[in-house]
């Protein structure tokens, strides 16, 4: 089982990069997805979320209104659009999974891809 995040890159402030995330092993089909995020010399933090039929997301406040978050079952995967990106959006990017509802916990996610780095430049 495994889940394996792609996208990442440098880019300049007000940039957009798409993150995908695609998983292997399994049908995540009825799981929760989320994005999380670890600045440099920081704490994993959420970024967000989106229910098992792809119908409800959610946002941390840092990205809401930047980040859309959207999946297709059928490929099993997931993206993170990420526009009007920010120096402090730098870090590096985790897809998760989860057998439950969308959460913003990170301790409550079974599966995690290996990280993408995203680096914006002022």
């Known amino acids: 089982v495994q889940l394996q995040a792609s996208g990442g890159g440098s880019v300049q402030a007000g940039g957009s990069l798409r993150l995908s995330c695609t998983g292997s092993?399994?049908?995540?089909?009825?799981?929760?997805m989320g994005w999380f995020r670890q600045p440099p010399g920081k704490e994993r933090e959420f970024v967000a979320a989106i229910n098992w039929s792809g119908t409800n997301a959610l946002y941390s406040d840092s990205v809401k209104g930047r980040f859309t978050i959207s999946r297709v079952k059928a490929t099993n995967t997931m993206d993170l659009q990420m526009d009007s990106l920010k120096p402090e959006d730098t870090a590096v990017y985790y897809c998760?999974?989860?057998?439950?509802?969308?959460?913003?916990?990170?301790?409550?996610?079974?599966?995690w891809g290996q990280g993408t780095q995203v680096t914006v430049s002022s």
């Open positions: 092993g399994r049908t995540f089909s009825s799981y929760s």
């Open positions: 998760a999974a989860r057998n439950g509802a969308r959460a913003s916990d990170p301790r409550g996610y079974d599966y």
